[in-house]
Structures are given as C-alpha cells and as structure tokens.
C-alpha cells in the first residue's frame, strides 16, 4: 500500500530565511509526487508535480522540491520565505500507471512565518 | 477558466440530521472526487467518478453516505443521518480524462466544511 509520510507537524520560520519540509513515501512502483498547499479555510492549491525526467522540479511561488529515489524523499524547498507563504502544506503519491488517480496524502505541515 | 465550486461552504446540522454538498468540476474533466478531510489530516479518498460512474467507492461508508453524479458533470454528496465524528471539511476535485497529460493533477474546489452539533 502506499503512504506518505511529513515527520514535522509544525514548522516555524523567519521571514527571509530558508525552508525545507520534509516528505518521504512508500510506493511499490514508479510514483507521481506533488506537493499541495491549503491556506486556512482555502482547498488545496498544487504547488509542483514530479513525474518523470529532471529529478529537480520547479513550481509556482518560488518552490522547488528534489526526487531522490534512493531515500524515498520528496523534500520541498524555498530559498527565501515570505510571510504569505504561512499555510498548511501537503505531500502526496499517486500511481504513475493506472490505479486511477488515487493520490495518498500526508497529514501535512504547518508553516508559521516570523516576521 | 472557473475552478471547482463547492456549496455550501460552511454547514452546521444537529446529529442525526441530513446534509448535502453539491460540487461542480471544472469542465471538461471527466475525472470527479469527493475527499474527507479531518482536522490536522491529509484528504482521504471518499469516492472517485470517471464521467457518471463510481469506480472507487471503497472508503464510503455507505451505510450513511452516498453520492451520485447523474449526467457526468457536478455531483452530490450526501450524509443521512449525520454524526458527531462526520464533522470535517467535505473537498471537491476534478482531473482530466486519465492517460492524457496532465492525468493525475487533480484540481480542489474549496471544500465544504460541515459542523454537527
């Protein structure tokens, strides 16, 4: 079965600063990867998707998140954190082939930002 | 183009009473998903439509659930009658036919979020 895991429930940071969040999954084949963010009262809105290729991808608002096949990680990062950039964000697997667009979420970390 | 609209947004019943969500997906996607998502969690899969069918319904529990999509565009989900535990956020999504590019990117309305009393 496949899951997802985000080992940090809360992260806080300061504006300006760095941030990765962390993700690690477990999928018995070639997985499609995305990284979603909610913000309060808000659906999910996908920041970045890997499917294949460069294993480095870049999504909207400045993130970028590296496949390492190896580790079983998909870790999203931002070299400089704003303070709109406070939300909840979400790592999720799906199948590659078939399984019908299944995606198995993370519970999600929560990003505070400092100013 | 317009996203996937949910309504209502915010819902608030008393046990054992009946609710509705309504959603409508983007167009064009033939691909239509309700998620429950409970608070501090990641979405689970409640069911999964291509066009009018229900392929995945798995993770429904049907015996207060149910959900229909006649004609293969917006859908309903309903709960009767609902529970304490059934408080959460009800979200909507949709995706393009699947094995087109773009197949698995899946596109949230802004949730539906129900309180029962």
């Known amino acids: 079965a496949q899951s997802v895991t985000q080992p940090d429930i809360h992260i806080t940071v300061s504006e300006g600063a760095s941030l990765e969040l962390r993700c690690n999954y477990s999928y018995g084949a070639t997985p499609y990867l995305f990284w979603y963010v909610q913000s309060p009262g808000q659906g999910l809105q996908l920041l970045l998707k890997y499917f294949s290729g460069d294993t480095l991808v870049q999504g909207i608002k400045g993130f970028e998140a590296e496949f390492k096949r190896s580790q079983s990680s998909f870790n999203l990062r931002k070299p400089s954190v704003h303070w709109s950039d406070a939300a909840e964000y979400f790592c999720?697997?799906?199948?590659?082939?078939?399984?019908?667009?299944?995606?198995?979420f993370g519970t999600g970390t929560q990003l505070k930002v400092e100013l | 183009e317009a996203g996937v609209v949910q309504s209502p947004r915010y819902k608030i019943i008393e046990k054992k009473q009946p609710v509705a969500f309504w959603c409508n997906p983007i167009s064009g996607h033939n691909t239509l998903y309700w998620y429950l998502q409970n608070l501090g969690q990641g979405p689970e899969l409640l069911i999964r439509y291509e066009n009018e069918e229900a392929v995945d319904d798995s993770q429904l529990p049907k015996d207060r659930f149910s959900a229909e999509r006649l004609k293969g565009v917006d859908s309903t989900l309903k709960i009767q009658p609902a529970e304490l535990g059934d408080s959460a956020v009800y979200l909507c999504?949709?995706?393009?036919?699947?094995?087109?590019?773009?197949?698995?990117?899946?596109?949230f309305g802004a949730g539906s979020r129900l309180t029962v009393l």
């Open positions: 999720a697997v799906g199948p590659a082939t078939g399984g019908g667009n299944k995606l198995t």
């Open positions: 999504a949709s995706s393009h036919i699947q094995g087109a590019a773009g197949a698995n990117v899946l596109t």
